[in-house]
């Protein structure tokens, strides 16, 4: 419906993909921002000061002791890849603004899977081998299109 609405008010589908993944990245975020008070994103003890002890019996992470913030880890990476892609929003071409915030996250879930706990897999949990598939999908993609990603150069645009 929201393609149909965009494709008759004459937007373009590349600038309407480049808003919509913005959208995503405030959707992620909220959520982000109820597992972070909910408890319900567990990270494994940790004594770093930004620690949290959840003390609701009903979270996931309750009488686990200080754990790191998952939620919270994800929340500054959410910020950074929106931030990242409206200082990049003039040089990618439209429609791009996906392939950067799909790459940014997947390197950051894989990452992040270190302090996570959850079933490993040959070492890595299930989130980190879903994250290498994203990425290297992406950079395959990427690469394959690298004519197409950025923008041409305006020589009068400072």
């Known amino acids: 419906g929201a393609i149909w609405h965009a494709k008759r008010r004459g937007a373009s589908l590349g600038a309407f993909a480049d808003h919509l993944t913005l959208a995503g990245l405030g959707a992620i975020t909220a959520g982000r ?4 008070l909910a408890g319900e994103r ?22 686990a002791g200080a754990v790191h913030p998952i939620a919270a880890y994800e929340l500054l990476v959410l910020g950074a890849i929106a931030l990242a892609l409206v200082v990049l929003r ?19 879930r894989f990452a992040i899977g270190f302090v996570t706990v959850e079933r490993t897999h040959l070492g890595l949990g299930l989130s980190q081998w879903i994250a290498l ?13 690298r004519g197409q990603i950025f923008a041409a150069r305006d020589p009068n645009r400072a």
Do not use: E, H, K, Q
Request: hydrophobic fraction near 55%; aromatic fraction near 18%.
């Open 133 to 145: 598939a994203v990425f290297a999908a992406i950079s395959w993609y990427g690469f394959t299109r």
């Open 33 to 36: 921002i109820g597992d972070l």
């Open 90 to 108: 003039r040089r990618l071409r439209s429609g791009w603004a996906i392939a950067p915030a799909f790459a940014g996250y997947a390197v950051a």
């Open 42 to 63: 567990t990270g494994t003890a940790t004594s770093v000061p930004w620690a949290v002890t959840y003390t609701n019996a009903g979270a996931a992470a309750f009488d």
